[in-house]
């Protein structure tokens, strides 16, 4: 290629071996004229580029296994084998008689040496600005190097050492801003291109290009400043468990691991966080309640975690738990953000306790009769628990589905919720093409419901941890463009902006995000709060339109908790209720557990799936277990050796307060051969057991199978625990009740014998009162030992005691101790509440 060709830019689109085109060789022969004057001075700078360059700073070979710099760009190819990045640019906006200063890195990602490379900036292909949004995008799009990227300045140029492939090396370049040839303010393209041969290729042309865009402000703009609402998240994966331990007559509470620990101390995600937050303006901080929580458990000294390897299901113990180490940490994060939170001018949103994943829940469990109810308390406890842990006023009636993401089933459930406010995503809420300009945010959707609608490419940009100097630069620059631009498309028409950051948003991210926002706040954007932002008049040619369920995003239906996932926090619900029926202190149980059933439920199982299932089974599994504390004992056979007796069953209670509002049903699947008394109501004290005794009745011999099962008692009965069943053998009818028949047989015989011998006597006439008994013994002569003879005690199985016959004809109760201090219980004390 033409050394004119290069400086124009024009060969960039050229296909490796493919000749000039007629259109581009005028154009190549006027960029000759221009340039030939400039080869001379271009030469000598390039030499004294690089003689400075070979003597300060040395070509980088990349290390393996762990690479620091840039790696190969998905866009180089053989014909553009460079890679370059941008990683500052300062300072961040241009002003009139200044200086740009741009750093990063050249990479050889092709297969042969550079070969007398260097690196430059190229001078905007107009002097005047970008105009719309969809401009800059033609420009971040953009591949392989073209004349619309601009001219190569002659000056400066950064000469490069030959890199062989694989191998980096850092550039600097420094330009006077007139040298870039700016008109007016606005956003410019910023380009730095890489310029050589390679090995295998000595042709002299275009290697590689990165791309950045440059604000440019004379200052004196008249454009109204764009409001700019900014959400600032503060969640995390629950970690309380439903357990805790009892020590010295207080609660201690668990953890399920101590990730906490690290978080909040410095240098952790959600310290950064709070400290970044805490130094901008204006700030809008999205919090979930649930992880105050858990920060007020750990300022608890002696609070403790699950160890791993250990069942999480199973009561918290001292043998199955470790003491934390966070107190310290937590109780500074807690002060730090309490002070951030009363800044004048911020404002705290509270989600729903332990955010819910509304999408999941109005996809795959609104038929579920318990998800209303639990997004309902979750609403109520997220606000009481934000108010009460930050001493701040809050707003609860924000809903924020995964990701922003807005379909008519998700504002239906947010609608049923108490949700007035909908944070969504703007990729749900496209506008349509007759509107060439960014609208304002806020957007009725109906039904008494408004939406905040985050514009989708600015949030987009903080959208993954920015830990790199090229990915910060790259989205900073891209903010300011937005931005500004969006501030400029109607200068007369102030308008409001959300941008949404995702929820596990990063301290590298958060650092940029406030940093370009300080950078660009008091020149054309104003922040401001939530409920400022929602105030805001909505524009009539914004789409309004919620999209239908077929609309939602395959990607993020494919992370929703499955209707199995709700089905088992829907039946948690159900249980706790009925357990609820039976406590005498149910406060020690239903926050803790209601608590850990919408935990279930959280949004942040979306990106930890299997920790998510396997939070439900422990729940669920320990709920069982605390259920199963009341209980009837196993039997197996019991034998009922008269034709009336008692039939003696237990329940055993092995928390550590009494139940009552139960009772216990023994039924006989043949009633016909035994039939029992009727049950009463219970009333067990803490740690005893309680034996119940059933008068029953046999009417035949032979095996019966008895079932008990306790029910709970009051309006609506419902099963309580697993039914028991037993044996009773039945040996009444033969060794009571067959011998009084037999008896009576005998001397039915014999007053028949005296009959007829009498009336042999009178000649056979019969006797002239026929009801008179036969014989002149009682009916019972002969028979009366067996008739009062005292039942055998029935047989009972190893947990039972010996038969009381004193206890009269209905169900007696004997509460005794489970053990010789009274605390035998198959498992620790229930969950209690902080």
Same mark, same amino acid.
């Given at each position: 290629?033409? /050394?004119?060709?290069?400086h ?10 493919r000749?000039?085109g ?8 006027? %960029? ?9 001075r ?11 360059l070979?003597?300060?700073a ?11 710099r $840039? ?5 180089? @190819? ?17 002003? $009139?008689?200044?200086?740009v ?16 490379a ?29 004349s619309?990227?601009?001219v ?9 050492p030959?890199?062989?492939?694989g ?10 801003v007139s040298?870039?040839g ?5 956003v410019? /393209? ?33 454009a109204?400043?764009?409001?700019i ?7 995390? %994966? ?27 101390a ?11 937050g ?11 309640p ?8 750990m300022?608890?000294k ?19 738990t ?6 310290t ?5 807690? !002060?730090?953000?309490r ?17 819910? !994943? ?8 609104a ?13 109520t ?12 006023d809050?707003r609860s009636?924000?809903?924020w ?20 406010l ?5 990729a ?15 957007r ?8 905040l ?7 987009s ?14 989205a ?11 501030t ?5 028409n ?9 929820r ?7 650092k940029?995000?406030?940093g ?5 706040? !008091? ?5 401001v ?6 105030q805001? &008049? ?6 309004? &339109?919620?999209p239908?369920?077929? !609309? ?17 926090t829907?039946?948690?619900?159900q249980k706790?209720?009925?357990l ?12 803790p557990?209601?608590?850990?059933m ?30 199963g ?11 009922l ?6 039939l003696q ?6 928390? @550590?307060q ?18 029992v ?6 009333v ?27 029910? @709970? ?8 625990? /697993? ?10 009818? @033969? ?25 042999k006597r ?18 019972t002569d ?5 008739a ?5 005690a ?13 206890a009269?004809?209905g ?10 201090d ?13």
């Amino acid at each position: 290629m033409s /050394e004119p060709a290069r400086h124009s830019g024009l060969g960039a689109h050229r296909q490796p071996g493919r000749a000039a085109g007629p259109a581009e060789r005028p154009a190549e022969r006027a %960029a000759d004229g221009r340039n030939r004057g400039h080869r001379a001075r271009r030469f000598a700078a390039a030499c004294a580029a690089a003689l400075t360059l070979f003597t300060a700073a040395p070509a980088v070979a990349l290390p393996t296994g762990g690479d620091i710099r $840039p790696a190969a760009d998905a866009t180089t @190819t053989a014909e553009y084998p460079v890679a370059l990045t941008i990683e500052t640019v300062a300072p961040q906006v241009a002003a $009139p008689n200044g200086t740009v200063s741009i750093s990063g890195h050249v990479t050889n990602a092709g297969k042969s040496a550079l070969k007398g490379a260097h690196a430059a900036i190229r001078r905007p292909a107009s002097s005047k600005p970008l105009q719309r949004r969809s401009e800059l995008q033609l420009v971040a799009t953009r591949n392989a190097p073209g004349s619309a990227d601009g001219v190569e300045l002659d000056s400066p140029q950064y000469a490069l050492p030959e890199l062989n492939p694989g191998q980096s090396q850092p550039y600097t370049l420094s330009v006077a801003v007139s040298d870039l040839g700016l008109s007016d303010s606005g956003v410019y /393209e910023l380009a730095v291109d890489a310029w050589g041969a390679t090995a295998d290729n000595p042709r002299d042309r275009a290697l590689g290009i990165a791309r950045s865009f440059l604000p440019y402000s004379q200052g004196g703009t008249e454009a109204q400043p764009t409001k700019i609402t900014t959400l600032w998240p503060l969640v995390h %994966a629950p970690v309380l468990a439903a357990q805790t331990v009892s020590d010295n007559d207080q609660t201690v509470p668990v953890l399920r691991d101590d990730s906490l620990a690290a978080e909040f101390a410095p240098g952790g995600r959600l310290y950064e966080l709070v400290d970044t937050g805490s130094k901008l303006s204006n700030l809008t901080w999205v919090v979930d309640p649930d992880l105050l929580d858990a920060a007020f458990a750990m300022t608890n000294k002696q609070y403790r975690v699950q160890k791993p390897g250990t069942d999480p299901g199973k009561p918290a113990r001292d043998d199955n738990t470790v003491p934390g180490t966070g107190s310290t940490s937590a109780t500074a994060w807690l !002060d730090k953000l309490r002070a951030a939170v009363a800044k004048q001018g911020s404002q705290v949103v509270a989600l729903p306790y332990a955010d819910p !994943d509304l999408a999941s829940i109005a996809h795959n469990g609104a038929d579920l009769t318990g998800m209303g109810t639990a997004l309902n308390k979750a609403a109520t406890a997220g606000r009481l628990t934000v108010e009460g842990r930050l001493s701040v006023d809050t707003r609860s009636d924000v809903a924020w589905p995964y990701q922003g993401y807005l379909d008519q089933q998700i504002a239906g459930i947010a609608r049923q919720a108490g949700d007035g406010l909908v944070l969504v995503n703007g990729a749900s809420m496209p506008e349509p093409d007759s509107v060439n300009y960014t609208p304002t945010a806020v957007r009725p959707i109906g039904n008494g419901q408004n939406a905040l609608v985050a514009d989708d490419a600015v949030s987009s940009l903080f959208q993954k941890d920015l830990t790199s100097p090229k990915d910060q630069t790259e989205a900073t620059q891209r903010f300011l463009a937005e931005t500004y631009t969006i501030t400029h498309e109607q200068p007369q028409n102030q308008r409001g902006l959300l941008v949404m950051p995702p929820r596990e948003l990063s301290a590298a991210t958060a650092k940029v995000l406030a940093g370009a926002l300080q950078t660009a706040t !008091d020149k054309w954007l104003t922040p401001v709060k939530l409920d400022t932002l929602a105030q805001s &008049a909505p524009d009539p040619k914004a789409n309004t &339109a919620v999209p239908s369920p077929a !609309d939602y995003p395959t990607q993020a239906r494919a992370t929703e908790l499955s209707a199995a996932d709700l089905s088992t926090t829907d039946e948690i619900q159900q249980k706790l209720d009925i357990l609820m029926r039976v406590l005498t202190l149910p406060q020690r149980v239903r926050g803790p557990f209601s608590a850990a059933m919408v935990r279930s439920l959280s949004t942040e199982w979306r990106a930890q799936g299997p920790a998510g299932s396997a939070y439900r089974d422990s729940v669920k599994k320990y709920l069982d277990d605390l259920t199963g504390a009341v209980k009837v004992p196993d039997k197996k056979v019991v034998t009922l050796a008269g034709n009336t007796g008692l039939l003696q069953v237990s329940v055993k209670n092995d928390l @550590t307060q009494t139940v009552t509002n139960l009772k216990l049903v023994l039924s006989s699947n043949q009633q016909n051969r035994v039939w029992v008394g009727k049950a009463e109501d219970l009333v067990i004290p803490a740690s005893q057991s309680v034996t119940l005794r059933f008068p029953a009745e046999a009417r035949n011999n032979g095996p019966v199978t008895m079932t008990a099962q306790l029910y @709970t008692t009051g309006p609506n009965p419902q099963k309580y625990g /697993e039914a028991k069943t037993f044996r009773v053998e039945v040996t009444s009818v @033969t060794n009571g009740v067959l011998y009084v028949f037999a008896g009576a047989g005998v001397l039915l015989l014999l007053a028949a014998l005296r009959f007829v011998r009498q009336r042999k006597r009178r000649g056979g006439q019969p006797h002239e009162d026929g009801d008179q008994p036969v014989g002149d013994g009682p009916a019972t002569d002969g028979t009366g030992d067996a008739a009062e003879a005292e039942p055998e005690a029935p047989e009972e199985g190893p947990e039972e005691g010996p038969a009381d016959d004193s206890a009269g004809d209905g169900p007696a109760q004997t509460p005794r101790a489970s053990s010789p201090d009274g605390r035998d219980r198959t498992a620790s004390d229930e969950k209690v509440g902080p």
